[in-house]
């Protein structure tokens, strides 16, 4: 709470924290939490390695609107084809065996994050998430891109695990963008992808949501998945 006075105080809107929290509690009491004074320091804590694996997904279908050079703008057949990819990607990890949540970016997007046991470092998860990205960009090529030069993710969603990265974040959930009408990137039901669309969720709207649906994410840290138990899946899911 102390923390988010503090940022109303300093006029922050947006919040976007690490994938990984300093406290060991209660996956990471092997790890040490000592991450300041030098980069071996961080390197070996429990700040280097992971709570979530993220997954960030961005629609490249322009609505023709855009000035030369813009981002795509949120439309209605961008958004629609995202939530398609998004379930490719969650189908790869029921079968997995990885829990995944779901939440609009706040954006044109969606964010998908997997709650994981702080068993491997940022790059290794990097490592696994490009595995799996790759493997969604294979089965849907004429959808999809992995292609860092945005030039060439004309037309496609942007399916992107170099988030998964020390010290690169996405927007929280529940965080405020810094956009007209202050969109919110919430969380949702899988099964709601069917029927929302990002505009719906906004600073003025956000309470009533809490107050009728809850929190559909306060338990994501108790449901922590294991990436080793996945990587033995993987065999028979490749």
């Not at 102390?2 to 990984?20: D, F, K, M, R, V």
């Not at 992971?50 to 209605?76: I, W």
């Not at 969380?187 to 309470?207: H, K, M, N």
Request: charged share 20%; net charge negative.
């Amino acid at each position: 709470m102390e923390t988010l006075l503090w940022l109303a105080q300093i006029g922050n809107l947006e919040i976007h924290p690490w994938y990984s929290r300093t406290n060991p509690e209660p996956d990471a009491r092997m790890l040490p939490t000592t991450f300041s004074g030098s980069v071996q320091a961080l390197e070996a804590s429990a700040l280097n390695y992971p709570d979530c694996m993220v997954f960030d997904l961005d629609p490249y279908l322009y609505s023709g609107a855009e000035q030369g050079g813009e981002e795509p703008e949120l439309h209605r057949r961008g958004f629609a084809q995202v939530c398609i990819v998004a379930r490719w990607l969650k189908t790869l990890l029921d079968e997995l065996g990885l829990e995944a949540f779901v939440k609009t970016s706040g954006k044109s997007g969606l964010h998908v994050f997997v709650p994981i046991l702080r068993q491997f470092d940022y790059d290794a998860v990097r490592g696994i998430s490009a595995q799996i990205c790759r493997f969604v960009l294979e089965q849907h090529p004429e959808t999809l891109t992995m292609d860092w030069a945005v030039d060439r993710r004309r037309g496609k969603v942007f399916l992107d695990h170099n988030q998964n990265t020390r010290g690169k974040t996405l927007a929280s959930p529940y965080s405020p963008r810094a956009l007209d009408g202050a969109p919110v990137s919430m969380p949702v039901r899988w099964a709601e992808l069917e029927d929302i669309y990002p505009t719906q969720f906004r600073i003025g709207t956000v309470v009533d949501r809490l107050a009728g649906v809850g929190d559909v994410w306060s338990d994501v840290l108790k449901c922590k998945n294991d990436l080793t138990a996945a990587a033995a899946a993987w065999s028979t899911v490749a």
